[in-house]
């Protein structure tokens, strides 16, 4: 149902009317967990006031360790709701288990399978009966075909509202967290008709190249690109080492709207 050969056609995925995929690059930003109301409501009017319409925000948190922060739960996703009520964005969440996924669907507007739940074959079937868009991650060692193949496990139950995200690979490289298959993009492009993204914040771990890493990334083809930000990543209760601050936001989202005026993307 994903390939290309069912359906020659671009998926157009709407969030909200904010319209993924239709060859003008949208852009996902917010802090990897939601920490507070008042941490996320920072976040929310830096990305308002660049007229961008779509927030993310972690609340159920799958930690490497179980001693780390795992998020507020519930109440994370409340905070969404209010975000999204007062700053008019739409919000994008992580949920890890079906049990989650109805009450969830309350608070947020695009659900967001991890990483780490790419073949959580139970996941990806709940997710096939909502209506609403989907957020697909790729495995760290997922290859396109596993990855693809996720994502007809969502679609097999009706839903079309799916967006693939390459965030990195794990391979030998301990330069960066991991290593973004930039490949994947014109890979995934061709063999689906879905709208694919490039989470740069989890594939390069490295503040310090998610411009070029972005740059890239719209460069051959994605419809979008996701990042971190966090008003302050030091004290940031995950991913401290790679958000960026609210000053390295507007420097990166200036460079990226002059490339893409200087630039052909697509
Ligand atoms: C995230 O986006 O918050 C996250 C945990 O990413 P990934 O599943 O790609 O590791
Ligand atoms: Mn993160």
């Given at each position: 149902l994903v390939s290309r050969k069912r359906k020659a056609e671009d998926t157009i995925v709407d969030i909200n009317g904010q319209?993924?995929?239709?060859g003008t690059p949208t852009f996902i930003y917010g802090?990897?967990?939601?920490?507070s109301y008042t941490q996320v409501a920072e976040v929310a009017a830096a990305i308002q006031s660049k007229g961008l319409k779509l927030i993310r925000g972690g609340a159920y948190k799958p930690r490497?360790?179980?001693?780390?922060?795992?998020?507020?739960g519930l109440e994370g996703l409340k905070i969404l709701k209010q975000i999204s009520k007062e700053f008019g964005l739409s919000t994008i969440s992580e949920i890890v288990t079906p049990g989650h996924l109805d009450e969830a669907l309350e608070y947020i507007d695009v659900v967001q399978i991890g990483a780490r739940n790419m073949q959580n074959f139970e996941l990806l079937k709940a997710v096939g009966s909502i209506n609403k868009p989907v957020l697909l991650k790729r495995g760290m060692a997922a290859t396109l075909d596993e990855f693809i193949h996720a994502a007809e496990y969502i679609m097999s139950q009706g839903n079309d509202q799916i967006i693939l995200c390459e965030r990195g690979i794990r391979t030998y490289e301990r330069a960066t967290r991991n290593t973004l298959d930039i490949s994947a993009v014109p890979i995934l492009k061709q063999e689906t008709h879905l709208p694919v993204f490039v989470d740069v914040t989890h594939s390069t771990g490295r503040r310090d190249i998610l411009l070029p890493a972005a740059k890239a990334a719209l460069a051959i083809g994605a419809d979008g690109v996701m990042a971190e930000v966090h008003p302050d990543p030091a004290v940031a209760l995950s991913d401290a080492a790679q958000q960026m601050n609210l000053q390295q936001f507007d420097e990166f989202y200036e460079s990226l709207q002059n490339f893409l005026k200087t630039h052909e993307v697509h």
């Amino acid at each position: 149902l994903v390939s290309r050969k069912r359906k020659a056609e671009d998926t157009i995925v709407d969030i909200n009317g904010q319209k993924i995929g239709t060859g003008t690059p949208t852009f996902i930003y917010g802090p990897c967990s939601v920490e507070s109301y008042t941490q996320v409501a920072e976040v929310a009017a830096a990305i308002q006031s660049k007229g961008l319409k779509l927030i993310r925000g972690g609340a159920y948190k799958p930690r490497t360790s179980p001693y780390d922060f795992q998020g507020l739960g519930l109440e994370g996703l409340k905070i969404l709701k209010q975000i999204s009520k007062e700053f008019g964005l739409s919000t994008i969440s992580e949920i890890v288990t079906p049990g989650h996924l109805d009450e969830a669907l309350e608070y947020i507007d695009v659900v967001q399978i991890g990483a780490r739940n790419m073949q959580n074959f139970e996941l990806l079937k709940a997710v096939g009966s909502i209506n609403k868009p989907v957020l697909l991650k790729r495995g760290m060692a997922a290859t396109l075909d596993e990855f693809i193949h996720a994502a007809e496990y969502i679609m097999s139950q009706g839903n079309d509202q799916i967006i693939l995200c390459e965030r990195g690979i794990r391979t030998y490289e301990r330069a960066t967290r991991n290593t973004l298959d930039i490949s994947a993009v014109p890979i995934l492009k061709q063999e689906t008709h879905l709208p694919v993204f490039v989470d740069v914040t989890h594939s390069t771990g490295r503040r310090d190249i998610l411009l070029p890493a972005a740059k890239a990334a719209l460069a051959i083809g994605a419809d979008g690109v996701m990042a971190e930000v966090h008003p302050d990543p030091a004290v940031a209760l995950s991913d401290a080492a790679q958000q960026m601050n609210l000053q390295q936001f507007d420097e990166f989202y200036e460079s990226l709207q002059n490339f893409l005026k200087t630039h052909e993307v697509h």
